[in-house]
């Protein structure tokens, strides 16, 4: 997987597409009012834009939650394989029913992880399936929470491939696990001012 995104490509893309989560939902979804404040919809088209130019042909959310964030990677990617993890089952119920309508040609699975277990809680429904093109991590916002899970989904990425980790600057748990990981990774990685914070990597391990 040879992708490349730059700020520059991934601004631009943000600025021209025009995309608006709340856009995707019906009137009665009881989360239109909340996705459509301005930092969800800024966030939310980082999301859409991310998907759209890295391509992916297997994404993985580790924190799913009401499968939002998968809705605008699918809307960029219709035909994307996706895998959603979470902790929460009526969650992950809410987003098999969102999203299983609209996307007919994705392969999608829904997985509960295991709230005790560390990284292997995280890692071992998912890794069955296989390796992903763009994983995202975007849930637990504790330090040790959020340790687990880009451990995880550093092992569950392609090399090459893209970790996207969303809620930098909403929890200091996530901004220190975060900054941790970055550390050890080493760059080049891009910082989108999103109203919450998203970080996206290149995974280059061989």
């Known amino acids: 997987m040879q992708t490349r995104v730059t700020p520059t490509s991934l ?3 943000v600025l021209n597409s025009g995309f608006k989560l709340a856009s995707c939902l019906g009137p009665d979804d009881p989360d239109q009012l909340r ?3 301005p930092e969800s919809e800024m966030a939310y088209a980082f999301r859409y834009s991310i998907a759209a130019l890295c391509r992916p042909a297997r994404y993985l959310e580790i924190g799913a939650g009401r499968g939002h964030g998968a809705l605008a990677a699918l ?3 219709p035909q994307a394989s996706v895998v959603l993890v979470d902790q929460d089952e009526e969650a992950l119920r809410h987003a098999a029913g969102m999203l299983g309508g609209r996307f007919p040609d994705s392969d999608m699975s829904f997985l509960v992880g295991r709230r005790s277990g560390g990284v292997a809680g995280w890692v ?3 890794l069955a399936l296989g390796r992903y093109h763009l994983v995202v991590v975007d849930g637990d916002a ?3 929470g959020c340790q687990d899970a880009l451990q995880a989904a550093y092992w569950l990425i392609e090399p090459g491939g893209f970790l996207l980790i969303d809620g930098y600057d909403e929890s200091p748990g996530v ?3 975060a ?3 970055l550390f050890s990774l080493g760059p080049p990685h891009i910082y989108c001012a999103s109203g919450r914070g998203l970080i996206l990597c290149n995974i280059r391990r061989k």
């Open 124 to 126: 071992e429904p998912a």
């Open 179 to 181: 900054d941790d990981f």
């Open 35 to 37: 996705l459509s404040s």
């Open 175 to 177: 901004r220190k696990a």
């Open 11 to 13: 601004w631009t893309h």
């Open 142 to 144: 504790t330090r040790p």
């Open 75 to 77: 809307s960029a990617c």
